[in-house]
C-alpha cells in the first residue's frame, strides 16, 4: 500500500479481555516495528521483524504482550489480560533496508487502545 | 544504554520567529540522528536526518548538524510559520542490527499567526 495501515485507529477494551492489532505495513518492506507511546511521551520500541521472524523482542513489557508475522507482510500485536496501564498509542513501522545506515523508518498513524 | 534527552516544552513562537529545539544523545559508537515530527491528527513523519559527525540534516527549512563533540542534534529554523505547529522528537539509532529507534519525549511547538 502507500504507506503503513493500521486497524482499528481506536479500540476501547474491558480490564482483562484481550485485544489483537493489526498492521499492514509498506509493499515489499521486509523490516517490520511495534512501538509504543504513552501520553506526553516519546515512542518507546517493542518488537522488530525481519522477514517472518522476531529479531529483536527486547521492548516486550511482559509475557502478556506478543507479536506474529506468519508470512512476512501484516503484523498482529497481541495483548492478553489487558490492564488500564496498557492504555496508549501503538505504532506501526516499516523500512526497506534495515541494517543500513541512517535507514528510514515509516510510520502508521497509530492505534489508539484504552483499557477501562 | 542509548537514550535521548529533549529540550522540555511546549514552545510557542510568533510566526517568523526563530526556532531552536535542543536534542542531546547518549549513545556507543556513532548512531545516526533523526527529528520525527507529528503533526495534529497524523502519524509521525521523518522530518531529517544525518548519519556522521558534521553532517547537516536539512527539510523544509529545518536543519540539524550532527555534532559528536557536543553529542547534541539541534534543531533549527529561521522563520516558522503557522503550520509548523507539530510535536517534534529527536529519536537516534545504533549501527547495525535492527536499528530500532530510540526517541525523545517530544517538544510540542505551536506557532501563532
Known amino acids: 500500500g502507500a504507506g503503513v495501515s493500521q486497524t482499528p485507529s481506536n479500540k476501547v477494551t474491558e480490564k482483562g479481555k484481550y485485544v489483537e492489532l493489526r498492521c499492514d505495513p509498506i509493499s515489499g518492506h521486509t523490516a517490520l516495528y511495534w512501538y509504543r507511546q504513552s501520553l506526553g511521551q516519546g515512542p518507546e520500541f517493542l518488537i522488530y521483524?525481519?522477514?517472518?521472524?522476531?529479531?529483536?523482542d527486547s521492548g516486550l513489557p511482559n509475557d502478556r504482550f506478543f507479536a506474529v508475522r506468519p508470512e512476512g507482510s501484516v503484523s498482529t500485536l497481541k495483548i492478553q489480560r489487558t490492564e488500564r496501564g496498557d492504555s496508549a498509542v501503538y505504532l506501526c513501522?516499516?523500512?526497506?533496508?534495515?541494517?543500513?545506515?541512517?535507514?528510514?523508518?515509516?510510520f502508521g498513524e497509530g492505534s489508539w487502545l484504552t483499557v477501562v | 544504554g542509548n537514550s535521548v534527552t529533549q529540550m522540555e516544552g511546549p514552545v510557542t513562537l510568533s510566526e517568523e520567529a526563530f526556532l531552536t529545539i535542543n536534542c542531546t544523545y547518549t549513545?556507543?559508537?556513532?548512531?545516526?540522528l533523526f527529528w520525527y515530527v507529528q503533526y495534529p491528527g497524523e502519524g509521525l513523519q521523518l522530518l531529517l536526518k544525518a548519519t556522521k559527525a558534521d553532517d547537516k540534516g536539512s527539510n523544509k527549512g529545518f536543519e540539524a548538524t550532527y555534532r559528536k563533540e557536543t553529542t547534541s542534534f539541534h534543531l533549527e529554523k529561521g522563520s516558522v510559520q503557522v503550520s509548523d505547529s507539530a510535536v517534534y522528537f529527536c529519536?537516534?539509532?545504533?549501527?547495525?542490527?535492527?536499528?530500532?529507534?530510540?526517541f525523545g519525549k517530544g517538544t510540542k511547538l505551536t506557532v501563532n499567526p
Open positions: 521483524f525481519q522477514g517472518t521472524g522476531a529479531a529483536d
Open positions: 549513545a556507543t559508537g556513532y548512531p545516526s
Open positions: 529519536a537516534l539509532s545504533g549501527k547495525g542490527g535492527s536499528e530500532k529507534l530510540v
Open positions: 513501522a516499516s523500512s526497506h533496508f534495515p541494517g543500513a545506515t541512517g535507514n528510514t523508518i515509516y
